[in-house]
């Protein structure tokens, strides 16, 4: 990743994050079955899967959709520039730049 973690440390983040975050939203919002224990605690095996899965899957999506995200803001300020400058000597070019002043009658 772009962080500098490897792909073990991002797995042991977002899976401590997953697990963790499920966690204290089962305690604070108050889970039915929290008397039987946390739901990764009564069936790790799936959770442990899902969070480990989704942290392998973002730790390689994600710099390549950080890539696709600067790529598409690069095009729209090159379009801004070139249609402003186009814009600019059109309007130059045509004398039009006083024209767009309002005053009063």
Same mark, same amino acid.
Request: glycine share 12%; with cysteine; aromatic share 14%.
């Given at each position: 990743?772009?962080?500098?973690?490897?792909?073990? #440390?991002?797995?042991?983040? #977002?899976?401590?994050?997953?697990? #963790?975050?499920?966690?204290?939203?089962?305690?604070?919002?108050?889970?039915?079955?929290?008397?039987?224990?946390?739901?990764?605690?009564?069936?790790?095996?799936?959770?442990?899967?899902?969070?480990?899965?989704?942290?392998?899957?973002?730790?390689?999506?994600?710099?390549?959709?950080?890539?696709?995200?600067?790529?598409?803001?690069?095009?729209?300020?090159?379009?801004?520039?070139?249609?402003?400058?186009?814009?600019?000597?059109?309007?130059?070019?045509? #004398?039009?730049?006083?024209?767009?002043?309002?005053?009063?009658?």
């Amino acid at each position: 990743g772009e962080a500098g973690f490897h792909i073990i #440390g991002c797995s042991l983040v #977002g899976c401590v994050a997953a697990l #963790g975050g499920g966690t204290v939203n089962s305690l604070m919002f108050g889970d039915s079955k929290l008397r039987q224990g946390v739901s990764w605690v009564r069936d790790p095996t799936t959770s442990l899967l899902v969070a480990l899965a989704a942290s392998v899957f973002t730790f390689f999506a994600w710099p390549q959709w950080c890539h696709y995200r600067a790529e598409q803001r690069l095009a729209k300020i090159q379009e801004v520039v070139i249609m402003g400058s186009y814009y600019e000597w059109t309007i130059a070019f045509l #004398g039009w730049g006083n024209h767009h002043a309002i005053t009063k009658s």
